[in-house]
């Protein structure tokens, strides 16, 4: 088996860079200061933002 690439070896930037809630198009700004605030976002608040399912029932 071949052994992957370490992510935090080479010249990769793994760096958290908070993104700008007043040039948004998809998410809502609170959303985005969730993202800011904990670096990730939902993968249900993605869908509903993007696609506008309302309820995870219908993934």
């Given at each position: 088996?071949?052994?992957?690439?370490?992510?935090?070896?080479?010249d990769?930037?793994?760096?958290?860079y908070?993104?700008?809630?007043?040039?948004?198009?998809?998410?809502?700004?609170?959303?985005?200061r969730?993202?800011n605030?904990?670096?990730?976002?939902?993968p249900?608040?993605?869908?509903?933002?993007?696609?506008?399912?309302?309820s995870?029932?219908?993934?």
């Amino acid at each position: 088996m071949e052994r992957k690439p370490d992510p935090t070896e080479g010249d990769r930037d793994l760096s958290f860079y908070p993104v700008d809630i007043s040039r948004r198009e998809a998410l809502s700004a609170v959303q985005l200061r969730a993202y800011n605030e904990v670096g990730y976002v939902s993968p249900s608040d993605v869908l509903i933002a993007i696609v506008g399912v309302a309820s995870p029932a219908h993934l």
